[in-house]
């Protein structure tokens, strides 16, 4: 007789993982104090003109997160807000080329559309799942201007390499550090290396803010103009240097895109809380990886030598379906999730799967000069977009070591199962 006790979930057997849900839980709540503050804050100012307030408070802790190695921090009402003001201040406009990682959160780049520029696609480098130095040399042209990293799923990009494109090619570097609040590569911080750096601060991300985002640099001028974009009135007047931007100040350049006084509050807090929730994340995710070695079929995230994960956004190992007969991705998907999983596939496609990124012309300026992009099949952003897994980024110690237990003894029970799995997963295509 079959012993029916093991029997997949899926086809009707007892659940592996029984731990009450949500697995993951993101944002964490707040504490008494940020209530107090988020409190007492609605009676002081609602509405936050200047850099003051919980505002200033906020940009300050932030440089000093970045180990004062940038001298200006502009806080904005999103990270794409943010990116908006500092593909502005960058200098993009019709005719200049973006250069950008092929498979990223499209904000990443989107804005650069709506200041009529182009946006050309590189590869990823299939271990750190960033941008690929050898595909940014081939995507440059004289028109490209600026080369955007986005630090994707926490681990840095090779900055050394990017540093010394942008460097021989007279480029501006952006890093999109969305993903990577506390990550570092050869020590320093991400967020210092390029011209200018985004930090989204959506309630998503490791440091949140519920809305929000920051841009930070170290160049003057790239402050002024994304200061003069976003902030009109007191904040224009008493930060501008340039004189011929600063008269400006009471219009800006037409656009209101600051953060709200509660967002700062609530981001201030969730900073101070980083270092130990990044601790405990790390030895979540440490204590996953390396339990996955065992598991033929999944390769963990891999780590290189000279980064640190920082915030480790999000857990995508990549799925090895030839350690498995084959078996669709949907298929363990779905075998994973009956065993009461929370798994799935990353939830950002291929930007050149979306519309704004295969027109033929700009959608939001027909007319403006125009870089069509050039889309190549067989990428590693296609292979990475194929067999990654999205797992929950535990971040519990030691609470979530027992429910990485049951993750880890899932996957082995859908090991036992493969035979049957398999056949289910061919008479179901
Ligand atoms: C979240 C995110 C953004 C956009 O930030 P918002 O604050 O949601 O506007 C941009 N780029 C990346 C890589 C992101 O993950």
Redesign the pocket.
């Known amino acids: 007789m079959a012993d029916r006790s093991d029997e997949l979930a899926l086809f009707g057997g007892e659940p592996v993982i029984t731990l009450p849900r949500p697995h993951e839980v993101w944002p964490p709540p707040a504490d008494p104090a940020e209530l107090a503050a988020l409190a007492a804050q609605r009676d002081d100012d609602i509405s936050i003109k200047g850099r003051c307030g919980p505002i200033a408070r906020f940009e300050t802790e932030f440089l000093e997160f970045l180990e004062g190695r940038v001298r200006h921090a502009v806080t904005f009402n ?4 943010a ?1 908006f003001a500092a593909y502005f201040a960058l200098g993009v406009t019709e005719g200049v080329e973006v250069v950008g990682p092929a498979l ?2 499209h ?2 780049l989107s804005p650069v559309y709506a200041l009529r520029g182009s946006v050309v696609l590189a590869d990823v480098d299939v271990q750190t799942r960033g941008i690929s130095p050898a595909a940014v040399r081939a995507a440059i042209t004289e028109n490209t201007r600026v080369i955007t990293v ?1 630090h994707q799923w926490g681990h840095p990009c090779d900055m050394d390499a990017i540093l010394r494109i942008a460097e021989e090619n007279g480029l501006r570097v952006l890093e ?1 550090c ?2 990577a609040h506390g990550s570092r590569y050869k020590g320093r911080p991400v967020g210092t290396f390029g011209d200018a750096a ?1 930090f ?3 309630a ?2 490791a440091v949140f803010a519920g ?3 920051i841009l930070v640099t170290d160049d003057r001028a790239v402050h002024d103009r994304a200061t003069l974009l976003g902030h009109y009135r007191d904040r224009s007047r008493e930060e501008i240097d340039d004189e011929s931007l600063r008269r400006y100040w009471v219009s800006g350049f037409g656009l209101k895109l600051r953060m709200s006084p509660f967002n700062a509050v609530v981001a201030s807090h969730a900073l101070a809380a980083f270092p130990e929730r990044k601790e405990a994340r790390h030895r979540c995710l440490r204590y996953l990886t390396d339990r996955l070695a065992d598991v033929d079929y999944i390769e963990p995230v891999h780590v290189c030598d000279e980064v640190d994960m920082g915030a480790w956004y999000g857990y995508k190992p990549l799925y090895r379906p030839k350690a498995l007969e084959g078996i669709s991705r949907g298929t363990l998907i779905a075998a994973l999730r009956a065993e009461g999983m929370e798994v799935g596939a990353p939830s950002g496609p291929r930007l050149a799967t979306l519309p704004l990124y295969c027109a033929e012309a700009n959608p939001l300026f027909p007319e403006a000069r125009y870089l069509p992009n050039r889309v190549r099949p067989g990428t590693n952003a296609e292979f990475v977009e194929a067999h990654a897994l999205s797992l929950p980024t535990f971040y519990r110690w030691p609470q979530d070591k027992e429910l990485i237990d049951h993750y880890v003894e899932a996957f082995h029970k859908i090991h036992r199962h493969r035979v049957a799995l398999a056949e289910y997963d061919t008479r179901s295509r």
Do not use: F, R
């Not at 999103?78 to 807000?81: K, L």
């Open positions: 999103s990270g794409t807000s990116l990223t959160y904000a990443a986005v999109d969305s993903h985004v989204s601060l959506q998503n991300k809305e929000g985002g």
